[in-house]
């Protein structure tokens, strides 16, 4: 695991109703950094978002509906998992989990089944000056987004 990302395992209380599920609590280790925005996002099958990078701000994942890939890279230099790679697949055909993304660490999603609801928390509010990307296609890191369902560039964010 990438040095610094975390997953929370989530629990499911079913019944004949359907479910409820606790997603963060303030009170949890892996969410000591805290609380400054929520925000969703809503994709169609084939959508692909890469690479998003933060230089602070960390962000917390959960993915309410749909199914997507998450790849994460580790850009930072001074890392013991420099250079480092993990996927995730998330949400209903995937891990019910919270995927904690650390600054430095470069991350991305394609949907494989949607439409998906992506509904995440930063430490910080949106800043342009905090927000940086890279092309999903980026050579150095070398991540073939096409695998699977195809994307065009249209879906490419």
Not at 48 to 62: E, G, P
Not at 111 to 120: E, F, K, Q, R, S
Not at 125 to 136: D, L
Request: hydrophobic share 40%; net charge negative; glycine share 8%.
């Amino acid at each position: 695991m990438i040095h610094g990302v975390a997953t929370k395992e989530l629990v499911r209380h079913k019944d004949e109703r359907g479910f409820f599920e606790e997603i963060i609590r303030a009170t949890d280790g892996f969410f000591s950094e805290g609380f400054a925005q929520l925000s969703r996002s809503n994709m169609i099958t084939g959508v692909v978002k890469a690479w998003h990078i933060h230089k602070t701000q960390i962000d917390w994942w959960y993915v309410v509906r749909g199914t997507t890939k998450v790849a994460l890279f580790d850009m930072r230099k001074d890392s013991p998992t420099f250079r480092q790679l993990n996927e995730f697949v998330l949400g209903d055909n995937g891990e019910h989990i919270v995927l904690k993304i650390p600054a430095g660490v470069a991350h991305g999603l394609k949907v494989l089944h949607g439409p998906a609801d992506l509904v995440y928390i930063t430490s910080a509010v949106y800043s342009k000056e905090e927000e940086g990307r890279i092309a999903f296609d980026d050579t150095d890191i070398g991540y073939d987004w096409v695998q699977g369902v195809p994307i065009t560039n249209k879906n490419i964010t």
